[in-house]
């Protein structure tokens, strides 16, 4: 069982930053993919990053926040980041972290078993 907890959005500026962390518990955390998703109001759940816990190699969609957002983690401390640069408007939304044992492909929800509640980032024009 692992618990992910999100923290960091907000209110902030386009062209500003934000880093959001998502803490975890579980003793196994080493061995999770670990990826961030978003859900803006209206809108389907969008894949933002992953990191694949064999190899650390990273993905992003291909256009969406690619340069600008970066994913990494932190074994030692459970944690899960997410540096965003250059945030745009179209940026806001609910952003949740998600961690799976097995996940076939890293830009599907469906692969991931747990789940955080999500934070609010919301970028002003």
């Known amino acids: 069982q692992v618990q992910l907890v999100e923290s960091g959005g907000g209110l902030v500026q386009a062209g500003g930053s934000l880093r959001l962390s998502c803490a975890a518990s579980?003793?196994?955390?080493?061995?999770?993919?670990l990826a961030w998703f978003r859900q803006a109001p209206g809108k389907e759940r969008e894949f933002v990053a992953v990191?694949?816990?064999?190899?650390?190699?990273?993905?992003y969609p291909a256009d969406s926040v690619k340069g600008r957002f970066t994913i990494s983690r932190d074994n030692d401390k459970n944690t899960l980041y997410l540096q965003m640069n250059s945030l745009k408007p179209e940026d806001t939304a609910v952003y949740y972290c998600?961690?799976?044992?097995?996940?076939?492909?890293?830009?599907?929800?469906?692969?991931?078993?747990?789940w955080g509640q999500g934070t609010q980032v919301t970028v002003s024009s």
């Open positions: 579980g003793r196994t955390f080493s061995r999770y993919t």
């Open positions: 990191m694949w816990w064999n190899s650390g190699s990273t993905g």
């Open positions: 998600a961690a799976g044992l097995s996940v076939p492909i890293g830009s599907r929800a469906a692969g991931y078993d747990y």
